[in-house]
Nanobody, 115 residues
Framework: QVQLVESGGGFVQAGGSLRLSCAAS????????MGWYRQAPGKQRELVAT???????NYADSVKGRFTVSRDNAKNMVILQMNSLQPEDTAAYYC?????????WGPGTQVTVSS
């Protein structure tokens, strides 16, 4: 089992920045992909960004050029730097990890962007 805990959400005005962190514990070894998804009220959960164990990133088109995902394998952490935030980025953000074919999720952290 892998446990994921997010931190860093909050409230920010449009154009501002936030940094989300996620720490993995438990059976963290052999984690392949880590990353972030988000879910706004009344909408389905959607990909934000993921990063493979070799550091290869993958971004949703809506966040390309504004968000940066990074990974610290030594600390078992994944980071999401979010710049130029817009009201449409408002959502609960969930940390994600895949290990040996199983998906793991954190409890989520709220990001609210005001116009």
């Amino acid at each position: 089992q892998v446990q994921l805990v997010e931190s860093g959400g909050g409230f920010v005005q449009a154009g501002g920045s936030l940094r989300l962190s996620c720490a993995a514990s438990g059976s963290w070894f052999a984690i392949n992909t880590m990353g972030w998804y988000r879910q706004a009220p009344g909408k389905q959960r959607e990909l934000v960004a993921t990063i493979a164990s070799d550091g290869s990133p993958n971004y949703a088109d809506s966040v390309k050029g504004r968000f940066t995902v990074s990974r610290d394998n030594a600390k078992n952490m994944v980071i999401l730097q979010m710049n130029s935030l817009q009201p449409e980025d408002t959502a609960a953000y969930y940390c994600y990890a895949k290990r040996w074919g199983s998906d793991y999720w954190g409890p989520g952290t709220q990001v609210t962007v005001s116009s």
